[in-house]
């Protein structure tokens, strides 16, 4: 059957170029177009599409607040496309990745160099993908619809009712205090930002061990995710260089463009061109095999949500050399495709829930869960 | 209008849609100019935030759509348009306004 997709955007042209483009080689089959949210909220529960192409800037109800409702309520993969995601506005990229959307792409500007057929193509190959994700109901969405969440920089804490002895109890004895951890390392990709934001929400600010993330994202985004997660976690976080040391109570993330290598237990970084054919930058699987060789069984990996299988033979590693190594459950994957493939390799030691990460990582530090 | 109707996208652009698809285009892009220009024409130190409101939305939606119709250089000012908005600036407005129209009524000739 032919995948089918809703197109939301203001623009009467921008919605006709989009149908154009997508409709384009009969691969796609565009379903319904809306205005605004509301229409498209209302639109995507009634024609349930395949995928939901949308805009962020629109009237009578934003983009975010569009999303969060229909991820809540008609959980469907949306691909965001808007101008407000681009250069010194990808913060918003992260905010709309956060309310539940798998991907984006910026709409093509008057300077960009490629042709409009190039960005065609483009936004096919994003939608290609985006169609294959089977997503689940958004915490997020969902809290506000029970009036749990407040404004946006609160929502991160939207995973962070707190956990009950309960859930707790899921925790086993062999998940307690692990050696002389130095480093907690993690590894996400499609849902990754809202996932981090989850598991960065609840480390406290005085962690005496350093926190890698490698996030899979486009060139330029990675300074906008740092940005929005240091507003929203108790930690610090930055961007990691090329020479530096990874600093305790810090989360650093990796640059996109190469691979951020740790190269000694003093917790120094190198930044490495991708390999030849490498197909995700920053290479998840490049930074754990360097914390597995560096660290031993003083690191715990952490892999997320994420589509394909980067992350599974580095984090297989990791668990040989003695580290701890969780993997995210396919129940709160966004996208269970990264963590499916290290658990298939024996990568994973504890398949856990999302909320239960941060505790487990906690007990894992001899830290008592926030 | 260009006397090859796949000018402008083939020449500034690349082609990426069928003849007919373009023409939709043209259309949509004359109607979205007639809708939002005359506000944006409008626009004056002192306007209301509504005003001001709906005017950002019209110089994005102009920027945006003229990049699809092959006209940087409108999209290039209404940018411009749309960033003097946001920094709460309007004395260039009219002035960045009088320029866009000036480019959009050369599109449509």
Redesign the interface.
Known sequence: MTPTVVVVD?????R??LR??IE?GAEFCVVGEARNGREAVALVARLRPTAVLMDL?L?VMSGIEAIERIMSSTPTPILVYS?FVAGTNSENALEALAAGAVDVLA??????T???????AALRGKLRVAARIRVITHPRGRLRSQGMAGTAPSLGGGSRRPLTSTRLGLLEERDGPRGNVKLVVVGASTGGPQALLTLLSQLPTDLCQAVLVVQHMAEGFVPGLASWLDGLVPMPVVVGASGRRLAPGTVTIAPSGGNLLVQDERLRVLCTPPDPGQFHVPGIDATFASVARALGPDAVGVLLTGMGRDGAAGLLEMRERGALTLGQDEATSTVYGMPAAAFALSAVERQLPLDLMAPAVLTALGRAPV | MPADPDAVMRGARGRVLPPQALAGLREAFAAEVADRLPRLQAVRPGASAEVLAQALRDAHSLGSSAVVLGEPAASRTARAVEAALTAGDVGPVPGQVRELTVLLAAWQA
Do not use: E, I, M, N
């Open positions: 203001d623009s009467a042209v921008q006709r170029f154009g483009a384009d800037d009237p101008a709409k093509p500007g008057p300077d960009d490629g042709t409009l057929a190039d960005y065609a």
